[in-house]
């Protein structure tokens, strides 16, 4: 893996917002980021003879290289029919001239503009909520999504990821990144990682054709999760986001970060969401976290008992995704802690897991979908 997140000077993007978008950039704050440069900036724009203040955006930097006009499209058409069924998830915004992306001058960035949600990380506030309350709406929020995203029309092509060890389907790689860190890790973790990675292939892979795919986000977690926290409670982001049913969980729970979709099977994405939420919740059992958050998905998007066994593998393969990728890019870019984030978190659940059946994972979680 190469070294990331590309270093234009903050003045030249604002040059450059200014001459191609008319933008009067009034602050610009650089966010965490994995391999691109991303920042939020407030700006205003000329309307007419007046200046139209109080604008935001998320501006993102690309090395040129790494990307592709085709996934840009595809990932622009996704969050546009999310948009379309009532999701607040971020979306492109176009240059003056109706392009969705600027190549710079020397053509070693490609810039990008999208909307900005208002309010904060769930990360932020995580544990400070009631999280039963929260483990079955993100559940549900999830299931809505798989729902939405099963309607992905035909003419969004989307593009296979078949060397991204983030992709689970593609666990095989964390053997080769493991080679080159292994030094960094004691003997017992890397025994234990590659037996999860055997596991996995064998009772998980071998059925993958079986599994009910679609188009998943694929980075769902609680800093691509947007929330609006005030007085000790998560309240809506926007008053009014649909009329549905479901309409509470919609409005509150905001998505960004598209970067990574792809087409794999759902119950990968439910893995990955719980795996996350394992590492983050401190204040309820951490078998439990999966049976509340499986209690909101399954209302929505009813999981079978073949796939049902099949999670606890999944789970245990993607939190040796955070340990080893986080590990592999943290060594190219040793000054950017947030490539590692998570990781000593997902080791300690890890271990836990291995003096835990299976069975007894399932066994809590169906007692607590009863």
């Known amino acids: 893996m190469e070294t990331r997140r590309p270093e234009l000077p903050t003045l030249e993007i604002q040059g450059i917002l200014n001459e191609e978008c008319g933008w009067k950039v009034y602050q610009m704050d650089r966010l965490d980021s994995f391999q691109d440069s991303n920042y939020f900036v407030s700006y205003g724009i000329s309307v007419g003879s007046h200046l139209k203040g109080d604008l935001q955006a998320m501006v993102r930097v690309i090395h040129r290289h790494l990307f592709k006009e085709s996934e840009a499209e595809t990932?622009?058409?996704?969050?546009?029919?999310?948009?379309?069924?009532g999701f607040i998830c971020t979306t492109c915004k176009p240059y003056s001239n109706k392009s969705w992306f600027y190549t710079t001058g020397d053509d070693q960035c490609v810039i990008r503009l999208f909307s900005f949600i208002p309010g904060i990380p769930l990360r932020k506030c995580v544990h400070v909520i009631d999280s039963v309350c929260m483990l079955k709406e993100l559940g549900n929020f999830v299931g809505q999504l798989h729902n939405s995203l099963a309607n992905i029309s035909k003419d969004i092509v989307i593009p296979p990821r078949a060397n991204d060890p983030w992709v689970l389907q593609n666990v095989s790689c964390l053997r080769t990144l493991l080679t080159n860190i292994k030094k960094n890790f004691s003997e017992e973790k890397v025994s234990t990682i590659l037996d999860i990675i055997d596991k996995f292939e064998k009772q998980v892979m071998t059925s993958f054709y079986e599994l009910r795919k679609g188009v998943i986000h694929n980075d769902i977690h609680d800093l691509n999760i947007i929330v609006n926290y005030k007085d000790g409670k998560l309240h809506p982001i926007y008053p009014s986001c649909c009329g549905e049913v479901n309409y509470a969980v919609k409005a509150k729970y905001g998505l960004i970060d598209f970067n990574d979709i792809v087409l794999s099977p759902y119950l990968f994405e439910v893995a990955m969401a719980i795996r996350d939420l394992m590492t983050d919740v401190k204040d309820i059992g951490f078998l439990e976290i999966g049976g509340h958050f499986l209690a909101g998905y399954q209302g929505i998007c009813p999981i079978s008992e073949p796939e049902l066994r099949l999670l606890?593998?999944?789970?245990?393969?993607?939190l040796c995704q955070y340990i080893v990728v986080g590990e592999s890019e943290f060594q190219e870019q040793p000054n950017n802690e947030y490539t590692r984030l998570g990781a000593d978190d997902a080791w300690t659940v890890l271990r836990k897991l291995q003096y835990i059946t299976n069975e007894e994972m399932l066994g809590t979680w169906k007692r607590l979908l009863m």
């Open 75 to 85: 990932e622009r058409k996704v969050m546009e029919q999310l948009h379309r069924d």
């Open 312 to 318: 606890p593998y999944c789970i245990q393969a993607a």
